[in-house]
């Protein structure tokens, strides 16, 4: 359970575990719901707003489950609605689409998010690189470049996680 005095935060995180109930990570087989937990926490490191907060709990809800943008927007409001539109890709990784114009289409979109959106999306990379390097180094020699694009493109999030962000990349690419 994720513990948190705000009811905006509880009631992000009940739709959260509810929408990615049975959903297991890619890499670890642990419950999805982990990881919005882990982005919300690394996003708590920073900043006290619940509306950011309860966006990072349901920062994967539209794109990994049948949860729309509109369903957000009806329950939590505009703000956090914002925020998790702006997080998700607008290309879906259905395979319909050849991998490099998806995600130029998707870093399009993500150059347009609000600064507070981009916090949110730097710790989901903070939780998702490690992984994506420790369980499948072929897919991570692919997917650290873009992260490193990502991180180029977003300019106004938490300076911090930015920073933090910034120095695993490096790192990383050292060791590639």
Request: proline residues 5%.
């Given at each position: 359970?994720?513990?948190?005095?705000?009811?905006?935060?509880?009631?992000?995180?009940?739709?959260?575990?509810?929408?990615?109930?049975?959903?297991?990570?890619?890499?670890?087989?642990?419950?999805?719901?982990?990881?919005?937990?882990?982005v919300?926490?690394?996003?708590?490191?920073?900043?006290?707003?619940?509306?950011?907060?309860?966006?990072?709990?349901?920062?994967?809800?539209?794109?990994?489950?049948?949860?729309?943008?509109?369903?957000?927007?009806?329950?939590f409001?505009?703000?956090?609605?914002?925020?998790?539109?702006?997080?998700?890709?607008?290309?879906?990784?259905?395979?319909?689409?050849?991998?490099?114009?998806?995600?130029?289409?998707?870093?399009?979109?993500?150059?347009?998010?609000?600064?507070?959106?981009?916090?949110?999306?730097?710790?989901?990379?903070?939780?998702?690189?490690?992984?994506?390097?420790?369980?499948?180094?072929?897919?991570?020699?692919?997917?650290?470049?873009?992260?490193?694009?990502?991180?180029?493109?977003?300019?106004?999030?938490?300076?911090?996680?930015?920073?933090?962000?910034?120095?695993y990349?490096?790192?990383?690419?050292?060791?590639?």
């Amino acid at each position: 359970m994720f513990l948190y005095s705000d009811s905006m935060v509880t009631d992000a995180f009940s739709m959260a575990n509810e929408a990615h109930a049975g959903q297991r990570r890619k890499y670890t087989g642990e419950p999805f719901i982990a990881h919005p937990v882990r982005v919300a926490i690394k996003v708590m490191s920073v900043c006290n707003d619940p509306t950011v907060i309860a966006a990072a709990l349901l920062h994967d809800v539209v794109e990994d489950t049948d949860v729309t943008i509109d369903r957000v927007m009806h329950e939590f409001g505009a703000g956090v609605a914002r925020l998790v539109a702006a997080v998700t890709n607008v290309v879906e990784n259905d395979g319909s689409v050849p991998r490099r114009v998806k995600f130029a289409t998707n870093l399009k979109h993500l150059a347009a998010a609000p600064s507070d959106a981009q916090t949110i999306k730097f710790a989901d990379m903070l939780d998702n690189v490690p992984s994506i390097v420790l369980h499948d180094s072929k897919f991570a020699s692919v997917y650290i470049p873009e992260k490193i694009m990502v991180l180029g493109i977003l300019k106004e999030g938490d300076p911090t996680l930015r920073a933090e962000l910034e120095g695993y990349l490096a790192r990383l690419v050292m060791e590639l």
